[in-house]
């Protein structure tokens, strides 16, 4: 095995581990992103609300997928060789 596999083998069960935990806060992850978006754009007086947005929508979709893995139609990540 080379490391590559030695680091995968050990990282399996925490990837797992999170997408269950992911899965289950998914609404309070969102209300949290939601809520450091609002602050963070209060604080730059909304000069950045554009990418604040846009940096939140992507955060949202990523933990879409994460959370969504293993469900039946859900998205699939890639599995890179």
Known sequence: MGLLDNLKAKLAPAKDKVGALAQQHEGK???GLDKVA??????T???YSGQITNGTGKAKD???KVAHKDSPGGPT???TP
């Open 62 to 64: 990523a933990l879409g």
């Open 45 to 47: 007086k909304g000069k």
């Open 77 to 79: 990540l890639p599995v």
């Open 38 to 43: 609002k602050a963070v754009d209060s604080k």
């Open 29 to 31: 992850i969102g209300e």
